[in-house]
């Protein structure tokens, strides 16, 4: 008894000592952002010095100790892209991690359509599983967790682009990395955290909403739904606040199809969430998002435009962008299996507007103002060069008195500029403009990309 009870206290000592510890998305493989100062943080007994070492610059020893609450953090400053490195953290223990590259990490949030894998079936599948062999572009899948209360740790790993892993990882977040990693010429690590079914309100921490009517009154709305969470705060406890502060380029966000539960309060909820994390980050990173494809609902209502209509609002907040989909949606499926070319726009928004290494249009027309011309209702828009029709026959433009009983008109293009008809309304006061869950604009620019739906008032 007096032999186990040494052994048992001998133990003791070593694990009390032995607990340089560190979260999941640090780990061998790993991506760290190029050419900043990154957050690195983990645990260690309170007092307990971790000295921490990069290859990237071997002389220089960083030392931190274990708070009172038995954590620690220190910045890190991470060199031009490039790698492997190491990275070694010594306290009564050592760590070393292997493998990893410096570069770009984006963080690929939402829902259903931003989880969907090649091997739930894309187009063109075979041969993107096939070529999908990056051995410079990560990934980190962070796996559904919700939590009462926010979490300190995620399981998961990094790991290699190559078939067996790309083909069960986002397909919209591969194609950007691939995209960005064949461009940029460095290495693209993802952190995949998105939950299919998921209303935004999930996604963001319970506390902001106990001082926000109109957060209380959206999250209210939410039906329960067997495939995922409704409650406020319950998926940013467990896939969000754990990896927060890794270190990103920006995020890339894929959801609102559950919020057309709730549509009038998504502008207010949208904006919420890209603020807070924002906050949460200390990083003003770039916030970029697909608006929701054209898809039939089933209901008598247009909840999915007017989600439609607040992902445009939202780019009134800075350094934000979004890519369209009206042109590559499915109205009996919500799930468009055409993922590329969501990925490559998302792609091509983040070379342009934050690399500044595309010099291509990637905006579909934007409404910019609606106005009365004579007998006219005029329209303009921005990112309209080389407007044009798809089919002139297909009346998508509607306006309405104060009455709001809307009427489609004929358009006429001019310029940067469409001319509505007012027919016989003598005082028209709203324009709208492809406002149907279930349709494809039949506007497009000269770089074919679709004209956002909207609704307007006149001015």
Not at 261 to 287: C, G, M
Not at 344 to 368: I, M, S, W
Request: overall charge positive.
């Amino acid at each position: 008894m007096k032999n186990k009870l040494f052994i048992i206290l001998c133990l003791s000592g070593v694990l009390a000592k032995a607990n340089v510890r560190l979260p999941q998305v640090f780990s061998d493989g790993m991506v760290l952002q190029q050419n900043t100062t990154v957050n690195v943080w983990g645990w260690a007994a309170p007092g307990e010095e971790v000295a921490i070492v990069a290859s990237w610059n071997p002389q220089d020893t960083l030392k931190v100790k274990g708070s009172r609450y038995a954590k620690w953090e220190i910045q890190l400053s991470t060199p031009k892209a490039g790698g492997p490195y190491q990275l070694t953290f010594t306290g009564y223990n050592s760590i070393t991690l292997k493998d990893i590259l410096i570069g770009e990490v984006w963080l690929a949030s939402g829902q259903s359509n931003m989880e969907w894998s090649a091997s739930a079936g894309i187009k063109n599948q075979e041969a993107a599983i096939q070529n999908s062999t990056y051995k410079n572009i990560r990934f980190f899948d962070v796996p559904k967790t919700a939590a009462e209360f926010p979490q300190k740790n995620v399981q998961g790993k990094w790991v290699e682009s190559q078939p067996e892993t790309m083909k069960y990882f986002s397909a919209i977040a591969y194609f950007f990395a691939q995209r960005l990693h064949t461009q940029l010429d460095v290495p693209i690590g993802i952190i995949g955290s998105n939950w299919g079914g998921t209303p935004a309100e999930v996604w963001m921490p319970e506390a902001i909403f106990e001082k926000d009517s109109l957060l209380q009154k959206a999250a209210e709305k939410l039906p329960s739904e067997e495939w995922g969470p409704n409650e406020p705060g319950a998926v940013y406890n467990g896939m969000i606040y754990p990896i927060i502060p890794y270190n990103l380029a920006g995020v890339l966000w894929y959801q609102g199809e559950t919020n057309t539960a709730n549509p009038d309060e998504y502008p207010h909820v949208f904006s919420t969430l890209i603020k807070d994390w924002r906050t949460s980050w200390q990083q003003d990173f770039p916030f970029y998002y697909a608006q929701i494809a054209p898809y039939n609902y089933g209901d008598n209502n247009d909840n999915g435009v007017k989600v439609r209509d607040a992902q445009r609002k939202t780019l009134t907040i800075p350094n934000t962008g979004m890519v369209f989909t009206g042109d590559v949606g499915n109205f009996e499926n919500i799930h468009p299996r055409d993922k590329k070319t969501v990925g490559v726009r998302f792609a091509n928004l983040a070379l342009k507007e934050t690399y500044g290494k595309f010099t291509n249009e990637v905006y579909g027309p934007l409404v910019e103002k609606v106005y009365e011309e004579r007998k006219y209702v005029v329209v303009e828009f921005s990112h309209a060069e080389g407007l044009y029709f798809k089919d002139k026959k297909d009346l998508q433009f509607e306006i309405a008195g104060k009455d709001l009983n809307f009427q489609p008109v004929k358009a006429k293009l001019k310029g940067n500029r469409i001319f509505l008809k007012k027919n016989k309304l003598k005082q028209p006061k709203y324009v709208r403009y492809a406002w149907k869950n279930a349709i494809v604009p039949n506007l497009f620019n000269k770089a074919n990309l679709p004209a956002s739906s909207f609704m307007m008032e006149i001015e």
